[in-house]
Structure formats: structure tokens, C-alpha cells
């Protein structure tokens, strides 16, 4: 049922019109699974029993740190299948012509937590998100320097690559996954572009994170925040050579 790598390439020319961007596949290993793609065929998308991905009908981002879509875009309908992966393995998110190149970018999960672990069920506002995984400035200055979130967009058009590992020793179990990349390149109107998918997680281990590492979402930012308020233009912020990626610490689990 999954593609694998060979016939992808064709299809993500095929987007290159609209601007902005997001995940609309993911691969563990070598195994592809589509998502949604906002400008593709939606009453197919919705029909797929196969769609691991939750719902998002635009690449335009979220412009509010309190938008109720924050945490998983809108309408972030739930999907219906979970990608199912072992604890230590990477989840790689792919984009299409991402075109922005400053800002942050941090992978999350949040356990489905209700009776019966069902993340097609569970409101993604209601999870406790820890961080797996963050990418941010890799060399240079806040304005001109080399942002991972420059460096992974291959700009032809062929599959950019994000991926984060689901810590080892994690507990099994069904979790949201959630990738965001926040684009700064207009001063103070940071940008958010989140999407998510749902993952069963397989594990030998027992470990799950405590709360210093948990916020909810929306919730995790806010305006008063310098990182995400920020004018990346002004003469005191330009130049700086380090950004502290802001949130929780991530959470990598005790057998790292
Ligand atoms: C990637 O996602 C897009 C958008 O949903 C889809 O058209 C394409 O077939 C997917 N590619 C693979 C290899 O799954
Ligand atoms: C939240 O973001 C969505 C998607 O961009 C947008 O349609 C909606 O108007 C926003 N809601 C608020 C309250 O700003
Ligand atoms: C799962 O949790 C959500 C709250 O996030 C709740 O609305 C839903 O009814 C729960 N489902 C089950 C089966 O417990
Ligand atoms: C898994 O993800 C980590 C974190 O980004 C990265 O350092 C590592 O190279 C990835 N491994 C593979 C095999 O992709
Ligand atoms: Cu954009």
C-alpha cells in the first residue's frame, strides 16, 4: 500500500505553486506515508482509510500564539491509521518547496491520553506535548545565518527532509507527533505552520517524560516571549550569533 522512494519526486514538481508549505508526507525507514495535501483532491483525502495524518486545508500559517488551531492546523480532523514505529527510530517529516529560511523548527509528541488511548478520539488541545526533537540557527547571525530550516528545504522541489528520533526508551503506545516550523522573517509577526500525524508506538521501555518537559498547545507561546516576538532586523537582534529555541527542554529519554 506505501510508495517507496522511487516514484516520489515527479509528484512534489507538482506543487511548486503555491507559496509557504508544510509536512505532507512522512517516512520511517524507507517507507513512505502520504498526508494531506491542502491543494489536492480533499474528498479523496478525507475518504482514505489509509490517511495517518491529521487534517489541514491551507499552507497559509497561524499568525495567533492563542489560535485553538495551534496545536494541530485546521480543521485537524483525526486521521484513521496510525504510522506504526519502534522507540529509537527516526519519524522524517517531508515538505514540498518550503521557501522560508528563518525561524525555528521542533518536533513534539503528546500520548493520547483518554480511556482507551485513542488518538482519533482525543483533542490535540487537552495533550501534555513534550519536545523530541528541535533544529535551529547552525551557524552565523539570527538575520543572514544558515537556519536548519534554510538547510533542509531543498528548493527544486525533491523532498525536504526533517527527522527527529522517538526517544528509546519511551512507553508504547498512541501518540500524536506534532512538526512546527515557526518563520520569523516578518518582524513581530511570527509565523506557525504545524501539522500532525498519529504514531503507535512500539517499545521495550517504560519511561515517559515529567512535567517540566510538558506544555500544552496553544499555551507554549505568547508575545512576551523575545524569541518569538522578535524583529529579526533590528540592529540589537541581527547580528546576535545564538537563538535559544524557546519551550520545555526536549526530552530524550533516560537510555539516550
Ligand atoms: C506525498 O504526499 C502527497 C500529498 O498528499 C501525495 O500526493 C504523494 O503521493 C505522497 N508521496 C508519497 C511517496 O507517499
Ligand atoms: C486560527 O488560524 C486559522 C488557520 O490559519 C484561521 O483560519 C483562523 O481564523 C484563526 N483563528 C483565529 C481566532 O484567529
Ligand atoms: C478521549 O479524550 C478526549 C479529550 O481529549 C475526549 O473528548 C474523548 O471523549 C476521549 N475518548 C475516549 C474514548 O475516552
Ligand atoms: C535521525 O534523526 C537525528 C536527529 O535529527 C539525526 O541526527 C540522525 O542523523 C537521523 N538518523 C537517520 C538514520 O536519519
Ligand atoms: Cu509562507
Same mark, same amino acid.
Given at each position: 500500500?506505501?510508495? &517507496?522512494?522511487?516514484?516520489?519526486?515527479?509528484?512534489?514538481?507538482?506543487?511548486?505553486?503555491? %507559496?509557504? *508549505? +508544510? %509536512?505532507?508526507?512522512?517516512?520511517?525507514?524507507?517507507?513512505?506515508?502520504? +498526508?494531506?495535501?491542502?491543494?489536492?483532491?480533499? %474528498? =479523496?483525502?478525507?475518504?482514505?482509510?489509509?490517511?495517518?495524518?491529521?487534517?489541514?486545508?491551507?499552507?497559509?500559517? !497561524?499568525?495567533? &500564539?492563542?489560535?485553538?488551531?495551534?496545536?494541530?492546523?485546521?480543521?485537524?480532523?483525526?486521521?484513521?491509521?496510525?504510522?506504526?514505529?519502534?522507540?529509537?527510530?527516526?519519524?522524517?517529516?517531508?515538505?514540498?518547496?518550503?521557501?522560508?529560511?528563518?525561524?525555528? =523548527? !521542533? %518536533?513534539?509528541?503528546? @500520548?493520547?491520553?483518554?480511556?482507551?488511548?485513542?488518538?482519533?478520539?482525543?483533542?490535540?488541545?487537552?495533550?501534555?506535548?513534550?519536545?523530541? *526533537?528541535?533544529?535551529?540557527?547552525?551557524?552565523?547571525?539570527?538575520?543572514? *545565518?544558515?537556519?536548519?530550516?534554510?538547510?533542509?528545504?531543498?528548493?527544486?522541489?525533491?523532498?525536504?527532509?526533517?527527522?527527529? =528520533?522517538?526517544?528509546?526508551?519511551?512507553?508504547?503506545?498512541?501518540?500524536?507527533?506534532?512538526?512546527?516550523?515557526?518563520?520569523?522573517?516578518?518582524?513581530?509577526?511570527?509565523?506557525?505552520?504545524?501539522?500532525?500525524?498519529?504514531?503507535?508506538?512500539?517499545?521495550?521501555?517504560?519511561?515517559?517524560?515529567?512535567?517540566? @518537559?510538558?506544555?500544552?498547545?496553544? +499555551?507554549?507561546?505568547? =508575545?512576551?516571549?523575545?524569541? !518569538?516576538? !522578535?524583529?529579526? @532586523?533590528?540592529?540589537?537582534?541581527?547580528?546576535?550569533?545564538?537563538?535559544?529555541?524557546?519551550?520545555?527542554?526536549?526530552?530524550?529519554?533516560?537510555?539516550?
Amino acid at each position: 500500500m506505501w510508495t &517507496t522512494l522511487a516514484s516520489i519526486a515527479a509528484g512534489l514538481l507538482a506543487h511548486q505553486a503555491s %507559496a509557504h *508549505g +508544510g %509536512a505532507v508526507n512522512y517516512t520511517v525507514g524507507e517507507t513512505w506515508y502520504p +498526508g494531506y495535501d491542502p491543494y489536492g483532491d480533499l %474528498a =479523496m483525502e478525507d475518504a482514505a482509510p489509509w490517511m495517518p495524518q491529521r487534517k489541514w486545508i491551507t499552507n497559509d500559517p !497561524i499568525f495567533e &500564539t492563542t489560535n485553538h488551531s495551534l496545536s494541530c492546523n485546521a480543521p485537524g480532523d483525526p486521521a484513521r491509521v496510525y504510522i506504526p514505529i519502534s522507540a529509537g527510530q527516526n519519524i522524517t517529516a517531508v515538505y514540498m518547496s518550503w521557501v522560508h529560511t528563518v525561524g525555528p =523548527m !521542533i %518536533a513534539w509528541m503528546a @500520548y493520547c491520553d483518554n480511556e482507551t488511548n485513542d488518538c482519533e478520539t482525543f483533542e490535540s488541545e487537552t495533550g501534555d506535548w513534550f519536545k523530541i *526533537g528541535q533544529k535551529g540557527l547552525l551557524d552565523g547571525s539570527i538575520e543572514t *545565518g544558515e537556519w536548519f530550516q534554510k538547510s533542509f528545504s531543498r528548493w527544486d522541489g525533491s523532498p525536504s527532509l526533517w527527522s527527529e =528520533m522517538v526517544p528509546r526508551g519511551l512507553r508504547a503506545g498512541r501518540y500524536l507527533v506534532r512538526h512546527e516550523i515557526i518563520s520569523l522573517h516578518s518582524a513581530n509577526k511570527p509565523q506557525f505552520y504545524p501539522e500532525c500525524a498519529h504514531l503507535e508506538v512500539s517499545s521495550d521501555g517504560d519511561e515517559y517524560p515529567t512535567q517540566e @518537559y510538558m506544555v500544552k498547545i496553544p +499555551g507554549v507561546w505568547n =508575545m512576551d516571549q523575545p524569541e !518569538i516576538n !522578535i524583529d529579526i @532586523y533590528s540592529p540589537d537582534v541581527s547580528d546576535l550569533t545564538v537563538y535559544n529555541i524557546p519551550g520545555p527542554p526536549v526530552w530524550t529519554g533516560a537510555s539516550a
